[in-house]
Nanobody, 114 residues
């Protein structure tokens, strides 16, 4: 099982980024997928979840209305569109599949700063 996150970077407050996570090693289309984030000294935080067929999405209150999770089952990829970014969104962002807390990629760093 492998996850490769990309798309992070440095952005000013109010800006946007689109993260991608390419998954392999399992049948992507049957699993719900999640995006998490982590800052130093804090526990990993669940940001967003999408069901296997994209029919259902759930967001943390801190990102609701600003972030959108989506997926492309043909490409085995899950996305996180992040708009109206705030300094408190600064973190390393990770994706994984629901029910398997031990499988993680290297993450992608998002820094929101002026």
């Amino acid at each position: 099982v492998q996850f490769v996150e990309s798309g992070g970077g440095l952005v000013q407050p109010g800006g946007s980024l689109r993260l991608s996570c390419a998954a392999s090693g399992f049948i992507f289309s049957v699993y719900a997928m999640k995006w998490h984030r982590q800052t130093p000294g804090r526990e990993r935080e669940l940001v967003a979840t999408i069901s296997s067929n994209s029919g259902s999405t759930i967001y943390a209150d801190s990102v609701k209305g600003r972030f959108t999770i989506s997926r492309d089952n043909d490409k085995n990829t899950v996305y996180l569109q992040m708009n109206s970014l705030k300094p408190e969104d600064t973190a390393v962002y990770y994706c994984n599949r629901a029910g398997y807390a031990s499988d993680w990629g290297q993450g992608t760093q998002v820094t929101v700063s002026s």
